[in-house]
């Protein structure tokens, strides 16, 4: 069956360092891929998208690889900042966008 | 603010009763999207409706079931309603059948 993992439910990093969050998958095909952020009791903010035949994207602070040899994407923020803190969600989905499905999420934590 | 609005905020209700909840999609956006999000579970994709005409299903229970009119806005009902369908319901819209999507406040639902 179709699963998504990122890495680990809770990420602890100290403010100016760099961010690493992963994505996996397995037994899906994804025309694109997607970032998502959430905060506590609210809706998921668009962050990112990156195509399948795209291998690198980039905005103000924030990067996003995509490996489908590997089934993989990872999510860099640099010179993080507490601001940051926050649950970043992957979401995989198909070129007509039917079926979009979201991994669990990695709790971010920028401590000053 | 994403410019998604959904109605109500929260909502309690008893075991065995049907609830409506409503979104309006951002302006100009034809496609809209619901999720349920809950601790157990993460975030769902239910139904996708593109310019009032269903495109996809994914975990929609039989008594859950949507529509979306011809001013665009969506309602998503939900009826015979368990304890289990206590959760975040989120309604998102996107310009088109694919890509990024802007996600509305959300609705809380306790069933008691």
């Known amino acids: 069956s179709q699963k998504i993992e990122q890495n680990s439910e809770a990420l602890n990093i100290q403010e100016g360092k760099t961010a690493t969050l992963t994505c996996n998958y397995t037994?899906?095909?994804?025309?694109?891929l997607q970032w998502y952020r959430q905060d506590p009791g609210r809706g998921p903010v668009f962050l990112l998208l990156i195509r399948e035949n795209e291998k690198e994207k980039r905005k103000e602070r924030l990067k996003v690889t995509f490996d489908t040899t590997l089934k993989q994407s990872l999510f860099h923020i640099t010179a993080s900042q507490p601001a940051d803190s926050a649950t970043y969600l992957c979401?995989?989905?198909?070129?007509?966008?039917?079926?979009?499905?979201f991994g669990a999420g990695t709790r971010l934590t920028v401590k000053p | 603010d994403s410019g998604v609005t959904q109605t109500p905020k929260h909502l309690i209700t008893a075991t065995g009763q049907r609830v409506t909840l409503r979104c309006s999609p951002r302006?100009?956006?034809?496609?809209v999207y619901w999720y349920q999000q809950s601790l157990d579970q993460g975030l769902q994709f239910l139904i996708h409706?593109?310019?009032?005409?269903?495109?996809a299903k994914g975990n929609i229970l039989e008594r859950f079931s949507a529509q979306q009119f011809p001013d665009l806005h969506s309602e998503l009902n939900l009826s015979s309603l368990e304890l289990g369908d206590s959760a975040l319901y989120f309604c998102?819209?996107?310009?088109?059948?694919?890509?990024?999507?802007?996600f509305g406040p959300g609705t809380r639902l306790t069933v008691t």
């Open positions: 302006s100009g956006d034809l496609s």
């Open positions: 979401a995989l989905s198909p070129y007509n966008n039917n079926d979009m499905r």
């Open positions: 037994n899906y095909s994804p025309a694109y």
């Open positions: 409706y593109y310019n009032g005409e269903e495109r």
């Open positions: 998102a819209s996107s310009p088109r059948g694919w890509g990024e999507q802007y």
